[in-house]
């Protein structure tokens, strides 16, 4: 009836409306192909459009059918064409932008995660007004459903939506790539169904929790009401939780880390910034890299990606707890396909082939995750780099690493680059524990690992530099580098890299040699660095010049705040330079000092730095052996009195003498 209307309307203004044509009986062809019958079938387009649940009562079983096949064909034609669209946009714009003049808009860095989650907030936000509007329209016209939920024309209206997101996103993919990258053919193939499947995306998650929500309203029983704003409520609230876990370090001012994997959900911000934000995050190829067929580029991704960690603990975080309402609402409202089904069936299912599946799975994905973690390197997203070495659980697996280590074609090229792999390391097959362990180690740090240890590597310069080139963009905030035979060109590379690095937190230095060079370089690093809290330098053969570089940087900048210096030939010039570098600096918390050459005149300088210093709570020094040491020496006796009259006034201040 509503079409006749609507012909009418346009007849009127002298319009006709376009015939539809049949289309392909998907579901028909399927199952006569499974009993040998090969004939094409087509569906004609419904009768009725927008039918109410009361209209629908009234179809036969092979009208509802029917109609069920034609929208499932229609889904499938339009996911095809925007597939196909935004292919054309990603591989052909790349090309123009390589040989055209256009490069506005040209990007030195991928997303930085509070980008992305802002623009995560927003996409979500977005789906959820989108989704409320469209059940409450449903609800106020009577086309609500317990079988399922929404019309197939609001269906359709929510996946034509998503695509338009995605080709948004493609197009912004292009203007932002540099001039010379490309894309993967495949890559918008794979990043459209993680957006656009159902079942699968988180998008489709928040509109059946939207649509429970809305059963539950509709419900006359007032009990079935507050469930209903009970499930709206967790949905915002978990959401809410994976939001708070990405924007912040630590949600709770004690020994409570979300980065460290200890916080329940603490990955799952990446399922979300995957599904909304999935084209947008495709990293480019790296020159030489193979693209892969149909299996490796498209099927084994998108299969890999359902099968994480991370996506496991995204399904049980959202859905338990959903799951516990839907048994609820089945035991007061009765039976209900949608709620049955989408609230209970698959997310079990989902669930199960996460724990059945990820390691088989993931051992024949190798090569797309291996190229998949390049390109992530490449670009420096250490977003996504970070995500897909948690989620692939590469840290601690030797044998994975190994197998994956071929396929790292950017990590291979800066290796040999900075002269690390050498010409016997160049067979990836007859890496010993150590060298692949060292690999391993370094991968971490391009990784984005929050904390990474190095130590003990014997990497040397040229394993230094690896990792300096790792500095400029990962998100690592703690890098142990102790015992590695790292001289003076490692300690500058790394120098150079701290000039643009503002994540790193810690540094370990330890039991190297980069003397007075690389401490000067060092300290140069720290002016622009902004970040490093901790730094030990211990037994590195610094003298006094050391000494004088990294105290002209204390008494400039103010984010270290632990020093370690011990070790070391530092004379009385340079305990002098740091002394006075104590009178204006007010971060510095802890400084040590102990096994050094300085004598009283460095001591008393240090006594007269120390009652002009408010912050500093520990100095280290050498009791037994030092040149302090004696019948009541005059360092010795004026440190004992700065110590007493800064606990006098109040200080929180100790000299420990070791």
């Avoid at 130590?455 to 310069?461: A, E, F, W």
């Avoid at 050391?546 to 004379?571: F, H, K, P, Q, Y």
Wanted: glycine share 8%.
């Amino acid at each position: 009836m509503k079409i006749q209307q609507l012909s009418l309307i346009c007849a009127a203004f002298g319009l006709s409306l376009p015939e539809i044509p049949d289309l392909p009986d998907v579901v028909e062809i399927v199952e006569n192909a499974i009993h040998g019958n090969f004939t094409a079938q087509t569906v004609e387009e419904p009768k009725e459009f927008l039918p109410t649940i009361a209209e629908i009562r009234t179809m036969t079983d092979q009208e509802r059918g029917d109609r069920f096949h034609w929208f499932l064909c229609v889904f499938l034609l339009v996911f095809l064409c925007v597939v196909i669209s935004g292919t054309v946009i990603m591989v052909v714009g790349a090309e123009f932008k390589a040989f055209g003049s256009y490069q506005a808009l040209d990007r030195t860095a991928p997303l930085s995660k509070g980008a992305q989650l802002r623009l995560v907030m927003l996409s979500f936000g977005g789906t959820v007004l989108l989704s409320f509007a469209a059940c409450l329209w449903s609800l106020q016209t009577g086309r609500l459903s317990k079988t399922f939920g929404l019309a197939w024309e609001v269906y359709l209206l929510l996946f034509c939506c998503a695509a338009a997101s995605l080709l948004i996103q493609a197009v912004l993919a292009v203007a932002w790539l540099n001039r010379g990258d490309r894309f993967d053919a495949t890559a918008f193939a794979v990043a459209s169904f993680s957006s656009m499947a159902p079942f699968l995306s988180d998008q489709s998650d928040t509109l059946k929790d939207v649509i429970f929500g809305w059963l539950c309203l509709q419900s006359q029983q007032f009990s079935m009401k507050i469930l209903g704003v009970l499930s709206w409520s967790y949905l915002l609230a978990s959401h809410a939780w994976f939001f708070y876990l990405a924007r912040y370090s630590r949600p709770f001012p004690y020994e409570f880390d979300p980065n460290s994997g200890d916080a329940p959900g603490a990955n799952c911000f990446n399922e979300l910034a995957t599904s909304h934000l999935s084209v947008l995050l495709i990293a480019p190829k790296v020159p030489g890299e193979w693209s892969g067929g149909c299996w490796e580029g498209i099927i084994l991704p998108t299969i890999y990606k359902q099968v994480t960690k991370s996506k496991r603990h995204h399904l049980l975080i959202e859905n338990v707890p959903q799951a516990l309402m839907s048994v609820l609402f089945l035991a007061v409202e009765g039976g209900s396909f949608f709620v049955a089904a989408l609230n209970l069936v698959i997310p079990g299912v989902q669930v199960a082939l996460t724990f059945s599946l990820f390691k088989p799975v993931r051992a024949a994905a190798i090569p797309a995750l291996g190229k998949r973690l390049s390109r992530a390197m490449k670009s420096g997203n250490t977003v996504a780099a970070k995500a897909l070495w948690e989620e692939a659980e590469i840290e601690g697996d030797r044998q994975l690493f190994a197998e994956i280590l071929p396929h790292l074609t950017f990590f291979l090229e800066v290796t040999k680059h900075c002269g690390f792999m050498s010409e016997e390391l160049k067979d990836l097959d007859m890496l010993s524990h150590e060298e692949l362990d060292a690999l391993q180690c370094m991968a971490a740090v391009f990784a984005g690992k929050t904390e990474c240890g190095l130590d003990h590597r014997k990497i040397g310069d040229s394993g230094a530099k690896v990792v300096a080139e790792a500095l400029k963009t990962t998100t690592t905030e703690e890098l142990v580098l102790n015992n590695n035979d790292i001289g003076e060109q490692g300690a500058e590379a790394l120098a150079e890299s701290l000039k643009s690095n503002k994540r790193l937190k810690g540094l370990w230095l330890e039991n190297n040699h980069i003397g007075d060079r690389g401490a000067e370089a060092l300290a140069e690093g720290l002016k622009s660095n902004g970040s490093l809290g901790w730094l030990e330098l211990q037994n590195n053969n610094i003298g006094d010049r050391g000494a004088e570089a990294l105290a002209e940087t204390l008494a400039s900048t103010g984010s270290l705040g632990w020093l370690e210096l011990e070790d070391n030939d530092i004379g009385d010039r340079g305990a002098e330079a740091l002394a006075e570098s104590l009178k204006s600096n007010g971060s510095l918390r802890w400084l040590f000092l102990n096994s050094n050459n300085f004598g009283d005149c460095g001591a008393e300088a240090l006594a007269a730095g120390l009652l002009q210093n408010r912050s500093l709570w520990r100095l280290s020094l050498s009791e037994f052996g030092s040149n302090l040491w004696g019948p009541w020496p005059p360092g010795f006796q004026a440190l004992e009195e700065a110590e007493k009259i800064k606990q006098e006034r109040g200080d929180d201040f100790e000299i420990w003498w070791m």
